[in-house]
């Protein structure tokens, strides 16, 4: 996944934008890290054979969801982000316990309420490619 920033200052943000990232085994929850004062992306990534989704804390907008094979083992990768930094962001819930997951959060710099701003990141349009 590529990201393209628009009128943001990056000179004061570190080159490696994951700011956090937890690890969990057997369970079908996990609280979520608290975002930052800027947009936050929520990467997740699931190893399970019974897995078949996950549902996002109110709030968040779901971004994409992939699904690949390793092993005898299914891979689910899904993404979602979040304005602003809410002390509890709320849990990412799936449908099935999942043997291993990672979380990690990725800030995005930029004021997502520049000018007026929609809460859209910087006001504008997150290309994901």
Partial sequence: MSLIYRQADASKYPAEPIIDYKSARDVDQIALQAGTDHQSLYVAVALSRELTGGRWAAGFTAQQEAFGQFGDMQVHMLAAHTVDSPASPGILQFDATVPQLAV??????????????????????LAVS
């Fill in 104 to 125: 990690a959060l990725i800030t995005i710099p930029g004021s997502p309420h520049r000018q007026g701003g929609n809460g859209s990141l910087f006001g504008r349009r």
